[in-house]
């Protein structure tokens, strides 16, 4: 019984794999070593779709198909189908050589020398890259399935471009390290004490700064002592060469130069911004400079008040962001110098007293002006 069972499943098996002798006989006739180069398209089905791949020529897809079953073998097909899809070539031993589809950004004979930033969303932030062009950009997106897209350059500022070797970097490009004096900031000197005091303390200290020309050493002293750093130094911003002027970029040229953003990150850097001496908007502390920017347009295209369009907010000192009472003393600045200059006010004694304590604003004055004459 057991032989009688083991012959059946001998045939059986034999039944399964039939010989196909004209397809032996056939590639045993083949010769493809004097078929011209020309790659053609081959197709097969493959699950519920298909697979596409490149052959160096007709002869080249055959081989291939004497070499693999029926199921898998290759039909030709018109060589756009392939070119769409960025099919595989397939040499004489049958191994896969890949064609990625990124390699038809050929960037090292690129002419175009033009920086670009480049910017992707990233859960709610965003991340900014810079790179060498724009050939470059779209290179790394298709290596890498990211969507970085060109915005202006000015958000690349301070960046450099990635190199392949993270251990070697020019000595040109190596940024100053930034030290920061922890004893401001904290009793016992120790600028990790908590990260409330160590984010003001890099934000600080980190913020380009410009001086203010034309101050001698006495107002300067003075100023310092009164209002703070920020009637002596501003911050820097950067002018860049082609400044626009429509609709999208009208309401920053005071103060960025960039377009109005449509959307912010949620990252926590708070600005005071000011919206200017004759502006009857207040000061108001904004999240980070972005929301200050969206304020900025937002007041201007939708004519928020009648000073709307003569307003700007300016990142200032957080000192005025702290009450009605510094922000009127700043509005108020310019009247006060008019009004000394005349000599309706005392330049020093009693109004430099009531100055330097920040009292109310109607206390400075010995009596009320007539401002119309």
Same mark, same amino acid.
């Given at each position: 019984?057991?032989?009688?069972? /083991?012959?059946?499943?001998?045939?059986?098996?034999?039944?399964?794999?039939?010989?196909d002798?004209?397809?032996?006989?056939?590639?045993?006739?083949?010769?493809?070593?004097?078929?011209?180069?020309?790659?053609?398209?081959?197709?097969?089905?493959?699950?519920?779709?298909?697979?596409?791949?490149?052959?160096?020529?007709?002869?080249?897809?055959?081989?291939?198909?004497?070499?693999?079953?029926?199921?898998?073998?290759?039909?030709?097909?018109?060589?756009?189908?392939?070119?769409?899809?960025?099919?595989? $070539?397939?040499?004489?031993?049958?191994?896969? $050589?890949?064609?990625?589809?990124?390699?038809?950004?050929?960037?090292?004979?690129?002419?175009?020398?033009?920086?670009?930033?480049?910017?992707?969303?990233?859960?709610?932030? /965003?991340?900014?890259?810079?790179?060498?062009?724009?050939?470059?950009?779209?290179? #790394?997106?298709?290596?890498?399935?990211?969507?970085?897209?060109?915005?202006?350059?000015?958000?690349c500022?301070?960046?450099?471009?990635?190199?392949?070797?993270?251990?070697?970097?020019?000595?040109?490009?190596?940024?100053?390290?930034?030290?920061?004096?922890?004893?401001?900031?904290?009793?016992?000197?120790?600028?990790?004490?908590?990260?409330?005091?160590? /984010?003001?303390?890099?934000?600080?200290?980190?913020?380009?700064?410009?001086?203010?020309?034309?101050?001698?050493?006495t107002?300067?002293?003075? $100023?310092l002592?009164?209002?703070?750093?920020?009637?002596?130094?501003?911050?820097?911003?950067?002018?860049?060469?082609?400044?626009?002027?429509?609709?999208?970029?009208?309401?920053?040229?005071?103060?960025? #130069?960039?377009?109005?953003?449509?959307?912010?990150?949620?990252?926590?850097?708070?600005?005071?911004?000011?919206?200017?001496i004759?502006?009857?908007?207040?000061?108001?502390?904004?999240?980070?400079?972005?929301?200050?920017?969206?304020?900025?347009?937002?007041?201007?295209?939708?004519?928020?008040?009648?000073?709307?369009?003569?307003?700007?907010?300016?990142?200032?000192?957080?000192? /005025?962001?702290?009450?009605?009472? $510094?922000?009127g003393?700043?509005?108020?600045?310019?009247?006060?110098?008019?009004?000394?200059?005349m000599?309706?006010?005392?330049?020093?004694g009693?109004?430099?007293?009531?100055?330097?304590?920040?009292?109310?604003?109607?206390?400075?004055?010995?009596?009320?002006?007539?401002?119309?004459?």
């Amino acid at each position: 019984m057991k032989i009688i069972l /083991f012959f059946f499943l001998y045939f059986d098996k034999i039944e399964m794999k039939p010989l196909d002798v004209d397809k032996a006989e056939f590639c045993t006739n083949l010769d493809c070593d004097n078929e011209s180069e020309v790659s053609v398209c081959g197709i097969r089905i493959d699950g519920n779709g298909f697979r596409l791949k490149y052959f160096k020529n007709e002869c080249e897809l055959l081989k291939y198909g004497c070499k693999v079953d029926n199921t898998k073998a290759y039909g030709l097909i018109n060589s756009n189908y392939c070119e769409k899809s960025n099919g595989k $070539l397939i040499t004489n031993d049958g191994e896969e $050589l890949m064609k990625p589809e990124c390699d038809k950004f050929d960037c090292a004979n690129e002419s175009d020398k033009l920086q670009v930033c480049g910017i992707r969303q990233e859960g709610k932030g /965003f991340k900014v890259r810079l790179f060498h062009n724009e050939c470059q950009l779209s290179k #790394y997106n298709c290596e890498n399935k990211l969507k970085f897209n060109i915005t202006d350059y000015h958000i690349c500022n301070g960046l450099s471009i990635p190199v392949e070797n993270k251990h070697v970097t020019e000595l040109n490009k190596v940024k100053q390290l930034i030290v920061v004096d922890g004893t401001i900031f904290n009793r016992n000197n120790n600028v990790n004490d908590t990260i409330d005091n160590f /984010f003001a303390a890099t934000h600080v200290f980190d913020m380009p700064m410009q001086e203010v020309k034309g101050l001698n050493a006495t107002t300067r002293r003075m $100023l310092l002592n009164i209002a703070g750093p920020v009637k002596v130094f501003k911050p820097w911003i950067t002018i860049p060469k082609n400044i626009s002027d429509d609709y999208y970029h009208r309401p920053t040229l005071s103060s960025c #130069y960039h377009k109005c953003p449509m959307k912010c990150p949620d990252t926590y850097a708070p600005v005071c911004g000011v919206p200017g001496i004759v502006a009857r908007e207040p000061s108001i502390m904004f999240q980070n400079h972005c929301f200050m920017d969206v304020a900025q347009c937002k007041m201007q295209w939708e004519d928020k008040s009648p000073t709307a369009l003569s307003s700007f907010y300016i990142e200032s000192s957080f000192l /005025f962001c702290l009450g009605d009472e $510094l922000n009127g003393l700043y509005r108020f600045l310019p009247l006060i110098r008019t009004l000394q200059h005349m000599g309706r006010l005392k330049k020093k004694g009693h109004f430099r007293y009531k100055l330097k304590n920040m009292r109310f604003f109607n206390n400075l004055l010995s009596r009320e002006p007539k401002l119309m004459g």
